[in-house]
Nanobody
Framework: QVLLVESGGGLVQPGGSLRLSCAAS????????MGWYRQAPGKERELVAM???????NYSVSVKGRFTISEDNAKNTVYLQMNDLKAEDTAVYYC??????????WGQGTQVTVSS
């Protein structure tokens, strides 16, 4: 299993920004894909953004144009830059990676609350 440690969540006002970080215990070069999901109270976990090993990105319609997923190979870290945050972005955000042999791993989650 891959250990993933998320950070960067918190309370922010509508229109504000946050950057989530996800530090992996293995080189991110070994992953087929890396991404972020979120789960709001009473709702199912949903995909927010995904980055493949080939450099392709995929965003949910609700965050496209506001969120950006990126990576830092030297730090084995994946980021999610979130701008123009809205109340409906409030959720627990989970980092996930897909490794060809280990399979899919998840972080513990970090809370993002958007409120005035």
């Amino acid at each position: 299993q891959v250990l993933l440690v998320e950070s960067g969540g918190g309370l922010v006002q509508p229109g504000g920004s946050l950057r989530l970080s996800c530090a992996a215990s293995r080189s991110i070069f070994s992953f087929n894909a890396m991404g972020w999901y979120r789960q709001a109270p009473g709702k199912e976990r949903e995909l927010v953004a995904m980055l493949t090993a080939g450099g392709n990105t995929n965003y949910s319609v609700s965050v496209k144009g506001r969120f950006t997923i990126s990576e830092d190979n030297a730090k084995n870290t994946v980021y999610l830059q979130m701008n123009d945050l809205k109340a409906e972005d409030t959720a627990v955000y989970y980092c996930t990676v897909l490794h060809s042999r280990v399979g899919q791993s998840w972080g513990q989650g970090t809370q993002v609350t958007v409120s005035s």
